[in-house]
C-alpha cells in the first residue's frame, strides 16, 4: 500500500473495515499497521506468494510434506475475514499479499 504521505506499507491484509485497514507487517515480527482508508492512496496486489521459495525443497521428506498440508489448510480455515480471502474494496479479489509500486 502507499499512503498519501508517499511511505509503502507491505504486509498481509488482515482487516478491511470501512474506515481502516489493518497489515500484518511482512518484517517477520507480529506488528500490525492500522492505516485510516484517509491516509491510503494506492492499494497494490503482490503477485509473489508469501511462501519462501523453495520450502517443499527444505522439507526432510515426503512425510514432512504431507504434514504441512493439513497444517497449511487448517490455518486458511481458521482466517474467515474476507481481507483474508483476497477481497478488496469496490468487490475486487486478488492475492492476500500486498506490496507498494513504484510510485
Known amino acids: 500500500m502507499v499512503t ?3 511511505k509503502a506499507v507491505t504486509g ?3 482487516e478491511d473495515g470501512p474506515e481502516r485497514i489493518v497489515l500484518q507487517v511482512s ?3 507480529l506488528e500490525r499497521v492500522t492505516l485510516p482508508r484517509s491516509d491510503i492512496e494506492q492499494i497494490v496486489p503482490s503477485k509473489l506468494s508469501a ?3 523453495n520450502l517443499v525443497d527444505q522439507l526432510a521428506g ?3 510434506f504431507l504434514d ?5 489448510m487448517e ?3 481458521a482466517d474467515k475475514t474476507p481481507a483474508a480471502h483476497g477481497h ?3 468487490g475486487k479479489t486478488s492475492a492476500r499479499n500486498f506490496r507498494a509500486s513504484s510510485c
Open 4 to 6: 498519501t504521505a508517499g
Open 12 to 14: 498481509r491484509m488482515i
Open 27 to 29: 518484517s517477520g515480527k
Open 51 to 53: 511462501m519462501p521459495d
Open 62 to 64: 515426503r512425510e514432512q
Open 68 to 72: 504441512l498440508v493439513p497444517y497449511m
Open 75 to 77: 490455518l486458511a480455515a
Open 88 to 90: 478488496l474494496p469496490g
